[in-house]
């Protein structure tokens, strides 16, 4: 197979001066995860939504912080994409996509693009169709943080990864997953402006050694629960990679935390499935 034969067209794009507003919600009405850069009927850049993700920490003071709707495409875009022509290999395709740490490639044809290849693409591909192995051989280890864990940690944690976390429960169990899909299209507006407020209690020792509660208010920024997504679909780790991808499919997604009995062991995701493709 060949880029042709999996790319997908036509391609949607934003110029560099539109809003990050603009172009998450294009995304969102179509569904897609990234959109072409063009200046001039030049490709110049892509945007994608880990590109939005990472740069909605919250850590500045609220007075800093440019609402979305304020920020240009250009200051996220990723400039100088990889491309591809139409008769390049899938297995190239996958090595490029694991070599570069990169999502899609922009097909290109005289000078003209004609098409884009994702990671999605790609899992339509024979190569994919055909591994057969367990899932615990090409499975990797997983972050993880608590479900109480600020939106900044959670941000810190994923971009130093390069990759999504599992929340847990105080007693250890899955409370949900983050992805770059929730930190990009997370609504956060009225979180970043600081106006969430919990109630929480805090002891307070009494003169006669005595301890007493005492309730109050207390503003907090958005944490891991309010993102995250739950329930989490898991596997066994001696599933097979068909019976794998088939619930992958089937759930619409491109992970699985991988089970041995009642505890994590590490999670089967696209990227792997794809690097195992390239060798």
């Known amino acids: 197979m060949f880029a042709r034969d999996v790319m ?7 110029s560099p001066d539109e809003t990050i507003a603009y172009a998450r919600n294009l995304m969102v009405k179509h569904k897609i995860s990234r959109l072409l850069v063009m200046e001039e009927g030049r490709l110049t850049g892509i945007l994608t939504k880990k590109d939005i993700a990472y740069h909605i920490r919250q850590g500045e003071p609220a007075w800093r912080r440019r609402p979305i709707d304020q920020i240009p495409v250009g200051a996220f875009t990723t400039g100088n994409p990889i491309v591809v022509a139409p008769d390049a290999g899938i297995k190239k395709i996958a090595g490029i996509f694991a070599g570069n740490n990169i999502s899609s490639v922009p097909v290109v044809e005289a000078g003209h693009v004609v098409g884009i290849i994702t990671k999605t693409d790609l899992m339509k591909s024979t190569l994919v169709r055909n591994l057969s192995c367990p899932v615990k051989d090409i499975m990797e280890d997983v972050a993880t943080v608590s479900r109480y864990h600020s939106l900044d940690h959670v941000i810190t944690v994923m971009s130093e990864r ?18 770059e899909t929730n930190l990009a299209f997370f609504n956060n507006e009225k979180k970043t402006g600081g106006v969430v407020k919990k109630d929480v209690t805090i002891g307070r020792y009494e003169r006669a050694g005595g ?7 207390t503003v907090e920024s958005a944490v891991a ?9 898991t596997v066994q780790i001696k599933t097979v990679l068909p019976d794998a991808l088939e619930l992958m499919r089937k759930n619409h997604i491109n992970s699985l935390v991988v089970m041995e009995h009642d505890t994590i062991s590490g999670i089967i995701k696209r990227d792997d499935i794809i690097k195992e493709v390239a060798k």
């Open 162 to 179: 390069d990759d999504k976390v599992v929340v847990l429960n105080n007693d250890g169990t899955i409370a949900g997953i983050i992805t």
């Open 8 to 14: 997908t067209a036509p391609v949607f794009f934003v």
């Open 225 to 233: 629960e309010d993102v995250m997504t739950s329930p989490v679909i």
């Open 211 to 217: 301890m007493s509660g005492q309730n109050l208010h």
